[in-house]
């Protein structure tokens, strides 16, 4: 007898191969499951999930934390602000936020936080704390103050500090929280319940996927500890990581069914989303319009989100070439390098192929340090996987896929 739980949802016949291999992976796992949206000129071709969220069966409404892929949610809210002429990104961020002009930074621009550019990845000289990571606004306010590091610059994944300087520019400009704006910028334009900074709420539709697995339990023990107190002595693309991702104690704020990682606003790395808005909001990206066919972004807005704007290694990411775009990036692999999304830690992501006009949601909530690095490069065979299919159904050409491979 199979232990694959049944796949619910539905998806052209041609997305077969795609629908199956997706079973296996991920229908297998005890208390966990996920989703995954394929959406074509913003017609869905996919639209399933498998396994456990929890207690209850995965749903077309279930939502489960995707971490840093929550930085093109991020990234989107800016996009649209840019585009009603409400920010520049070649202006200096302390044109829209003044106190960020503290030590040094009144010439880092917009452009250069949305690439990681920044030189301000480090969490140590901001945070001494979990505690201190759950207070968003106390964040901005030390990055505001903070000095840049050699870095700056240079591409070095800023993997926490991105969304609090983020959301200290939209503050600025607008007065909100970065989690009013999610609901503002995105969700309520697309008409779509799906996209939430921290845990939904009471009143939406997203149910939320406790987190299944060890998580980073292994972060806590006497060496790990111990490793991340010292992050300031380790040398090269280990020390950086280190240095922009993790905090002696951190890995308590993912402990538990409701984690108090939920219970901030975190625009890096705390966003719930289910798989269908993912690829909802990925379509308008690069179509310019929202489902109903209201305007989202203008053609040159579009153009600006689509440029990669450096293809310098990564300092933080052991040297990735991650083709960063302004808050997305692009990877150099099939069916990932002409395309533009996020993905985040355990290998959610959002992503869209824009000559094709093909957008992507995947979730899951397993989050385990054994099966960390197999699911962290899901997208590696996910997406040519998808071409291969929707070559199949005939919608595009061969040569079309053929370059969005490329």
């Keep these: 007898m199979s232990n694959v739980a049944s796949v619910g949802g539905s998806a052209a016949a041609e997305f077969g191969p795609l629908v ?14 996920g989703a995954l949206a394929v959406h074509l000129n913003g017609e869905p071709l996919v639209d399933i999930w498998v396994g456990a969220a929890g207690d209850e069966a995965w749903t077309r409404d279930t939502g489960s934390i995707i971490f840093s892929a929550t930085k093109g949610i991020t990234a989107t809210v800016i996009h649209r602000l840019a585009d009603r002429g409400l920010l520049d990104y ?13 030590n040094g930074k009144g010439g880092i621009t917009v452009r250069q936080v949305m690439t990681h550019s920044a030189g301000l990845s480090a969490l140590a000289p901001i945070a001494k704390s979990p505690e201190d990571i759950l207070d968003h606004e106390l964040m901005e306010r030390r990055l505001a103050a903070a000095k840049p590091d050699r870095l700056l610059g240079v591409p070095t994944y800023h993997a926490l500090t991105y969304g609090w300087l983020l959301a200290g520019i ?33 009143e939406s539709g997203t149910l939320y996927a406790p987190l299944a697995g060890s998580q980073l339990s292994l ?27 993790f905090l002696p104690g951190l890995e308590a704020i993912l402990e538990g069914d409701g984690p108090s990682i939920l219970r901030t606003e975190l625009p890096a790395g705390n966003g719930v989303a289910t798989a269908s808005a993912l690829a909802t909001m990925y379509g308008a990206v690069a179509s310019g319009h ?36 302004l808050g997305y990036h692009s990877l150099p692999m099939p069916g990932a390098r002409g395309g533009l999304g996020h993905i985040g830690l355990g290998g959610s992501f959002g992503w869209v192929e824009p000559r094709l006009g093909l957008s992507v949601g995947f979730v899951h909530n397993r989050l385990s340090a054994g099966q960390l690095g197999v699911d962290q490069f899901s997208a590696m065979w996910l997406l040519p996987l998808m071409l291969n299919c929707l070559r199949a159904t005939r919608r595009v050409t061969l040569d079309e896929t053929r370059d969005a491979a490329a």
């Design 20 to 33: 199956r291999a997706f079973t296996r992976a991920f229908g297998r796992r005890r208390g966990a499951g």
């Design 90 to 102: 070649n202006a200096p961020v302390a044109e829209y936020w003044p106190e960020f002009a503290a």
């Design 170 to 202: 939209a503050r600025g400009v607008t007065g909100k929280s970065m989690g009013e704006l999610f609901r503002t910028e995105v969700s309520e334009p697309l008409g779509i319940d799906g996209l939430h900074l921290g845990l939904p709420p009471a």
């Design 219 to 245: 972060a806590g023990k006497p060496i790990g500890s111990l490793l991340l107190r010292r992050s300031h002595l380790i040398p090269g693309a280990l020390g950086a990581v280190t240095r922009c991702l």
């Design 290 to 325: 929202a489902p109903d066919g209201r305007p989202f972004l203008s053609r040159a807005t579009i153009d600006e989100l689509s440029k990669v704007r450096t293809y310098r290694l990564d300092r933080a990411l052991f040297y990735a070439p991650m083709m960063w775009h």
